[in-house]
Every structure is written in C-alpha cells, then in structure tokens.
C-alpha cells in the first residue's frame, strides 16, 4: 500500500482500485452468502480466511498501478500523514466505493435464486430486523448483546491496529533490498485480517473499511432493506459506526506509529 505511482495515470489508478477494492467484496460477501444460504456451515476462522485472502489478492491485483488503497480510510490517512497527492483523493474514494457497490450486486445477482428461497421458506420480510441475517452477507452489524458505543470503539482499535501494521510494513520494504519482502506484505496483510476477523469479527463483523460497509448498504437500501440497512435496527444510524470507527482508528493508527518512530 504506497502512496505514489507516478509512472500510472489516473484513470488507470483509479480502474485499478475499483477492481482490487470489488475483489475483496466480491470474496468476502461471496464466502458469506454460502456460509448463509447454503448448507455449508463456515466458521468464524473459516469466514476471516477467505477475508483474508480476498484481502491478499484485491491487494496483488493493484499494487503496481495504484499502491492499493482499496479503502478511503488509508486513502485519507495517506493523504494527511504520507504527502498523497491530494487531486487523487476523491477520485480513488468513488473507485473503491464503486468498485464494492458492483461487486455486492454481482455477489446478489448470483445468489439471486438462493436469497428468494430462503427468505420465502423462512418467511423473512425485507426491512424487519429478520432480515438483517441476510443483509449482514453484505455489510456489518454489531452482535446483539454489544452496544452502539462499544461497536465504537472496536473499531477504531482494530482499524487503528490494521494501519500501524501496514505503515510498519511499509516502512520496512523501503528500507529492505529484498524484492521478496514487498511480494509478501500482501500476504501478512491478509493474515492480518485473519487475526482481526478471528478475534474481534464476532462483536461487529470487523468493517475496517467505508467502501466495504457504506456501499453495500446503499445497495441493500435500493434493493429493498430499505432504513434498517443504514440503522441496524437500533435508534442510533448504525452506518456511521464503521464510517468513523474506520477512518479514526486508522488516523490514530498513523499518528501513534509516526509518533512513536520519531521516539526510536
């Protein structure tokens, strides 16, 4: 995840964060609705590998042509700590939001059959908080025993995590002659976000990304979820959890780590 590539233009740079950032949504959403819709019955451990994965390769897909962002949280963080050019912000932000708006209709269109078979022969209503166990193959819902400010506070610690993590990364391939070391960042990345989806998934499903929430909540919102995608169900508008929980965490992520190497 650099913040330049100046040898690319912009159209390119911005194609490719609509794919790297659809793959991840694409793979995710996708192990989601089988695990939900099928009778194959994944784990948590199961479910954040192939996050994880999808993570990995939406990350190889984009990497030489647009640093691989895949996420307006980094993009913005990026922008304030790392000097990104600031004419690419909004450009690489209605990328990677496009780009998992098209991969969650993909994701529904396939599934098309399988959603109208489960919600008929559990007599699931689109809108009511029944029908959050679907919505939730697309986007992130708190578990119900956790409150919206505990939801919060997940995320930022997570997403504040996931950004030191990568930052260090990076600044170990810059100083590393090792070509190996950059071809495996994207790797521990996603074993990263195997770690985080193990250990924290079950308490908010682990946005650490706007595209990958908001999005798909538009999405569900068109295709007849309507409010309740946005609320979750409860009196506060849920979406802005992940919205601010994400791009904060990752803010303070990238202050604590510059903060702390100016210390060593």
Known sequence: MNCSHA??????????????????????????????????????????????????IGIYSSMKISGAHLNPAITITLYIFSNFNKKKV????????????????LVYFLYYNLFNNFENSHKIVRGT???????????????????????????IVIAAIFMYVTMTLNDFNKTSYSSYSYLLTPLIIGSLIIVIGTSMGSLTSFA???ARDLSPKIFMWLAGWGSISFTGG???????????????????????YIRLTKLI
């Not at 790297?20 to 194959?40: E, P, Q």
């Not at 479910?47 to 994880?52: A, E, L, Q, T, V």
């Not at 909004?90 to 209709?105: A, E, H, K, R």
């Not at 009196?235 to 803010?251: C, E, N, V």
């Open 208 to 210: 650490l990304n706007p």
């Open 234 to 256: 409860r009196d506060f508008p849920y979406f802005f959890i992940p919205l601010f929980g994400s791009l904060s965490g990752t803010i303070i992520g990238a202050f604590g």
């Open 7 to 56: 040898n690319f233009s912009l159209k390119r740079q911005c194609i490719s964060e609509f794919i790297g950032t659809g793959l991840i949504i694409f793979f995710g959403s996708g192990v989601l609705a089988a695990s939900k819709l099928t009778n194959i019955n994944f784990g948590q451990l199961d479910i954040s590998i192939i996050w994880g994965l999808g993570v990995s």
């Open 90 to 105: 909004i450009p690489y932000i209605i990328s990677q939001m496009l780009g998992s708006f098209t991969s969650t209709s």
């Open 129 to 155: 908080v029944e029908s959050l166990y679907l919505a939730a193959i697309f986007s992130t819902y708190p578990n119900g025993h956790v409150s919206t400010l505990k939801s919060l506070i997940v995320e």
